[in-house]
């Protein structure tokens, strides 16, 4: 009787933990004056607009999110979840005009693929945004935890980043994850860059100012 209430004890918190934020070894965009054209440029980027539907059949889509998907397996096993992250992540990379093995390396390294992560600093979600960009460039509703949100903000900070050093990785990662100057974090997002390194995508450590334009 004891054991099989102590079963349903941790049956219990264990779905629990599912619902909590879960903390992230993660830095923190640091709060910045922005001016007003680039924040209205900023929030512009973030406008909502859902993955399109057909976005999986594009040859190249649909052959990285394969590839990523088998990677990613062991992390996340629910496979709709899986591909409907991966889906996101491609969109989302394109529209800002950013690698998506970038992407998925800075989340490897920000969340770890936890959805519901929070960072010591506040930081939320996949790629672990601070809330303070909701105050600056977005709308008091907007949901930090929810998939396509978290991607868009993730996705437009780190653009922005970029222009602003000139096309930088180094730094525009530096400044993503709050410790700019010191090698660790830029060093770890390049090298887990290579480790999701993918024939359907390569590799393309010169991501810069010369990228298309946020549209």
Same mark, same amino acid.
């Given at each position: 009787?004891?054991?099989?209430?102590? %079963?349903? $004890?941790? !049956?219990?918190?264990? &779905?629990?933990?599912? =619902?909590? *934020? %879960?903390? $992230?070894? !993660?830095?923190?965009? &640091?709060?910045?004056? =922005?001016? *007003?054209?680039? $924040?209205?440029?900023?929030?512009? &980027?973030?406008?909502?607009?859902?993955?399109?539907?057909?976005?999986?059949?594009?040859?190249?889509?649909?052959?990285?999110?394969?590839?990523?998907?088998?990677?990613?397996?062991?992390?996340?096993?629910?496979?709709?979840?899986?591909?409907?992250?991966?889906?996101?992540?491609?969109y989302e990379s394109v529209r800002a005009g950013l690698d998506p093995q970038l992407v998925l390396a800075v989340i490897h390294?920000?969340?770890?693929?936890?959805?519901?992560?929070?960072?010591?600093?506040?930081?939320?979600?996949y790629m672990q945004v601070m809330p303070f960009w909701v105050r600056l460039i977005g709308d008091p509703g907007h949901n930090l935890f929810h998939l396509r949100t978290n991607l868009r903000y993730g996705c437009?900070?780190?653009?922005?980043?970029?222009?602003?050093?000139?096309?930088?990785?180094?730094?525009?990662?530096?400044?993503?994850?709050?410790?700019?100057?010191?090698?660790?974090?830029?060093?770890?997002?390049?090298?887990?860059?290579?480790?999701?390194?993918?024939?359907?995508?390569?590799?393309?450590?010169?991501?810069?100012?010369?990228?298309?334009?946020?549209?």
């Amino acid at each position: 009787m004891h054991r099989t209430q102590g %079963l349903l $004890a941790t !049956a219990a918190l264990a &779905a629990l933990a599912t =619902l909590v *934020p %879960l903390p $992230a070894l !993660a830095g923190a965009q &640091a709060e910045e004056a =922005l001016s *007003p054209s680039v $924040a209205t440029v900023l929030s512009r &980027a973030i406008s909502d607009q859902p993955v399109p539907s057909d976005w999986e059949l594009r040859p190249d889509a649909k052959a990285w999110i394969a590839d990523m998907s088998k990677r990613l397996a062991s992390r996340m096993p629910d496979e709709a979840e899986r591909r409907d992250l991966l889906r996101s992540v491609h969109y989302e990379s394109v529209r800002a005009g950013l690698d998506p093995q970038l992407v998925l390396a800075v989340i490897h390294h920000e969340s770890g693929f936890k959805k519901y992560a929070v960072s010591v600093a506040g930081a939320r979600g996949y790629m672990q945004v601070m809330p303070f960009w909701v105050r600056l460039i977005g709308d008091p509703g907007h949901n930090l935890f929810h998939l396509r949100t978290n991607l868009r903000y993730g996705c437009v900070i780190l653009r922005h980043y970029l222009e602003r050093e000139n096309g930088d990785l180094y730094r525009a990662l530096g400044r993503y994850n709050g410790s700019l100057g010191k090698p660790e974090y830029p060093g770890a997002v390049m090298a887990a860059m290579q480790r999701y390194a993918s024939s359907a995508a390569p590799v393309s450590l010169g991501v810069g100012a010369s990228v298309p334009a946020l549209r």
